[in-house]
């Protein structure tokens, strides 16, 4: 049996991501694979910064979802591999990291064709936490 965690622990868990991104995230679209891990630098292409409202997003049993995500310009032309929720749009320190995809992804946009120019948006976001 996997763990399982009650809904007051994953919603203080969502909440504390949420004070930890604070009011200047930003959410960055990469190519290629996450580094091991989010303390780790990233090696890919940034495609897209997506600034984040000054609060994240709201919290409900477990449930963080993002509130309005500014879409941006595309800095550069790739595949859309992964992303990060970073502290500011340096992309130094990031939160949280996951994948792209067209579905099944962490973040799924409808092609993960991205061209330089082109307007990269995020209608919706949702992570759920752990444990569930």
């Not at 763990?3 to 290629?32: F, K």
């Not at 495609?47 to 049993?61: E, I, K, Q």
């Not at 962490?106 to 752990?130: C, K, P, W, Y």
Request: proline share 2%.
């Amino acid at each position: 049996m996997a763990l399982q965690y009650t809904t007051t622990h994953r919603t203080n868990a969502m909440s504390d991501l949420v004070t930890a991104l604070g009011s200047t995230s930003y959410l960055i679209i990469y190519t290629g694979s996450p580094p091991a891990n989010v303390g780790t630098a990233d090696g890919g292409t940034v495609l897209a910064s997506l600034p984040c409202s000054s609060t994240f997003g709201a919290v409900s049993s477990g449930v963080l979802t993002a509130n309005s995500i500014t879409s941006a310009t595309a800095a550069a032309t790739g595949t859309a591999g992964h992303w990060r929720l970073c502290t500011s749009s340096a992309g130094t320190t990031c939160i949280v990291q996951g994948l792209c995809g067209t579905s099944g992804s962490d973040l799924n946009f409808t092609s993960t064709a991205i061209s330089t120019g082109q307007t990269v948006s995020v209608s919706s976001f949702q992570i759920t936490a752990f444990g569930a």
